[in-house]
DNA sequence: TCTTAACTACACCGAGCTGTGTACGTAACC
DNA sequence: GGTTACGTACACAGCTCGGTGTAGTTAAGA
């Protein structure tokens, strides 16, 4: 239980509730998974009254969409923007996790809620389908002659990492990794590995803010 | 609600409770998820009293490890065993998902029961080691350079396939299936298309039952 | 200083959950 | 027929959960 910063005098925990109960959520949620993760307890680590709470949030299942939508990950932090490397790096990059990397939220919440209605699976949906798009603009940079395929197949090796290391409880990234690899360089007709940045300016980035698995 | 067939003078449900249990678990986890169903709405559905259900079972972790133990798939049902198909066929086969299969039960367990240490996340760790154990086997049989190596390949492909169609609620195997193509294309030396049941008897079948996602 | 908005403490409600206690049918098999 | 194992009906204990009601406190800003 993290000692989060409390006022000034430290007698109050001030102000910022919102942020504590965001964080908070990040921290319980990835832990202890949505379900298990009741208000009360959340409530007490975020060091909020319940009452500030259902003020900030109108139910549980907004403060959950809101999580997904706040996710501001460790991983995958702006490899799409990393004009150092050349698109086919930056694509392999999108494969090199932390070590200790939960689940990717997305596809937890989506089991966990178990209702493709519900705002956060909605917008699970609408960030994987992101970050397939952002794979298949990269892949286009990087010369494939059907980029649509080879964003699509390596966001589903992404998922599919991300996956078998929740239920094996050991690291697929590598795996996954060398398969992308194989992919790309069998996508991409003459292996030629173009310049940085060559933005070639066929699509805009995806809407969505890009990261987690 | 499907009519459970009942005994004979229709006047009672009989003597099969454990069998009606494990039957309404199948459905029921499946299609609401294992934390949404409780044991009233399930018995209810199995059409036995909540006390006979308690003498079966001790409790509801231990009809879920139950259910996963006892998971008779419509899907993969015995591809490995098909030896009127190549290996390499066989390999292909196990990405020819039906239609409508909902998220692996396997993946399922894991995200929503979220304690490694439960029965059901232990069976299902066991259990995709299985798989992925009969994969690497028939890569062997299919000649493959390093079958350890393509066997953990197309196991993260079926899971990423599994979790993508769940999340997307888009069919994935296909493009896993074409994933797989070309790793096996890939591993397979000189491209030798091996006769049927080309069995070299090197490893012995998995011990798990095979089938699921 | 006064106003206002953010935050707090805490009791509480109703619902749903797992699991049990009790007393009672009913069918199979000797 | 009698015994035994299986199954039933149903109430209820004990808990957790999401969410609310109420009355009060604190701090920022005019």
Redesign the pocket.
Known sequence: MTELEK?P?G????????ERILSASQQLFRDHGINRT????LCAVA??????A???F????ELVAEYLRRFDPDVMPGVFDRTDLTPRERLLAAFEMPASTPLCPYIAAAVELHDPQHPASRYARDYKIAIAARLTETAREAGATNPEQLGEQLALLIDGASARTRVLNSESFPTAAAIAAILIDNAIPASSPRQPSDDSGTTGPAPVPVGGT
Do not use: F, I, L, P
Request: without cysteine; hydrophobic residues 10%.
């Open positions: 006022g005098q007698r109050r925990r001030g102000r910022g509730a919102r009741g208000m009360d307890q060091q909020v009254s319940k009452r500030t259902y003020q900030h109108t139910s549980k299942d």
